[in-house]
């Protein structure tokens, strides 16, 4: 349940409350909005709703019915926004992640950055571990990858995201990156959901080839659960019974995401289509219907590349987008990066 405090409730008063919650058996998460603290309590306890009412400060006690809670808009009624250094995900800014779908060599990955730095993007993607269908094909690079990615974005003053597989992965990848990525095949590896939940540093979770939009929050509820609240959701296609395309981009899933959660979401056009000509329509579209980001794959030379080559953007391809989201992101009120313009607090 949700415990909304008065407008002018006391710090003594909230704490008094929280208190009583945890004795009732319930794990207590704060959220502090503009004008009032609310309260969400959630656990296997039962939390007395009529006691909790008549505490001093207390100005309404609602019942979460979304099996969600913490990712609910009724836990949390203003939007959420993610900080990465001075990038806020999630606000007025479209924020646009791109670059290689694995770093491959020094000189792949450092065009590649210098790339997507020059059109505009503000946040670096690559992968050091890949996920792949096939034992046989390409597995990334590792450490050696994450650290020539790393070594890139720091030089193009990018923030770094990339693929978190395996709790094992979750030191090494730390030490690099300024964000976790969760892909699909992941999003419901709910150890790996748990151990995320306590790291200090912003979790990107991918929809699951099939999954619902509510298996797809209680996912994001694992990690917020565990007390890191800096969660982003990304559409990145679901598997349907059409076969013109890799999967099925979801472009409805951002208004109803929005609808439904405080949580910022961002479109993967790259793997929703998995073709380089279909990209720019599929990231146009995500814009228009709300998302707060997009993460395009990026390649100098993606015919030769060892992964994803086929869906990966040449970097003429990826200006010109980038020009026209320029175009569409105003007429929704929405803006997107103008002039590229050196950023800081990360990797130093």
Not at 264 to 275: E, Y
Not at 285 to 300: M, N, Q, R, S
Request: glycine fraction near 8%; charge should be neutral.
């Amino acid at each position: 349940m949700v415990v909304v405090m008065e407008e002018r409730a006391s710090e003594a008063q909230v704490e008094h409350v929280v208190a009583r919650l945890i004795e009732m058996g319930m794990d207590v998460h704060r959220s502090t909005g503009v004008s009032r603290t609310v309260l969400g309590a959630v656990g296997q306890g039962r939390a007395d709703k009529e006691l909790i009412e008549t505490m001093d400060g207390v100005k309404e006690v609602v019942r979460i019915s979304e099996p969600y809670k913490l990712a609910s808009r009724t836990f949390k009624s203003e939007n959420t926004v993610v900080t990465v250094g001075d990038i806020r995900i999630g606000g007025d800014e479209v924020i646009v992640m791109a670059g290689p779908c694995s770093a491959e060599s020094e000189q792949q990955v450092r065009a590649a950055a210098a790339a997507v730095k020059r059109a505009g993007a503000k946040i670096f993607r690559g992968g050091a571990f890949k996920p792949r269908s096939s034992p046989y094909s390409f597995q990334g690079l590792g450490e050696e990858g994450l650290r020539l990615l790393r070594d890139a974005a720091r030089a193009e003053h990018l923030a770094l995201v990339s693929e978190v597989m395996d709790v094992s992965q979750i030191g090494v990848i730390d030490r690099y990156c300024d964000i976790f990525q969760v892909g699909a095949r992941n999003m419901q590896n709910f150890t790996l959901l748990r151990e995320l939940g306590h790291a200090r540093k912003p979790v990107l979770l991918k929809r699951g080839i099939s999954a619902t939009i509510e298996e797809w929050l209680l996912s994001a509820e694992y990690v917020l659960s565990g007390g890191n609240k800096d969660v982003i959701l990304c559409e990145r296609g679901i598997r349907t019974f059409e076969t013109a395309t890799r999967n099925t981009l979801d472009i409805s899933a951002i208004p109803v995401i929005k609808k439904l959660s405080h949580l910022p979401v961002i479109a993967d056009p790259s793997h929703g289509a998995g073709r380089r000509d279909m990209v720019a329509a599929m990231a146009r579209a995500a814009v228009a219907a709300g998302a707060d980001g997009l993460i395009i794959e990026v390649h100098c030379d993606p015919e030769r590349a060892l992964s994803d080559g086929a869906q990966s953007m040449f970097p003429a391809q990826f200006d010109r987008l980038m020009a026209e989201l320029r175009i569409i992101a105003p007429a929704i009120g929405r803006s997107i990066c103008l002039e590229p313009m050196p950023r800081r607090g990360w990797g130093q």
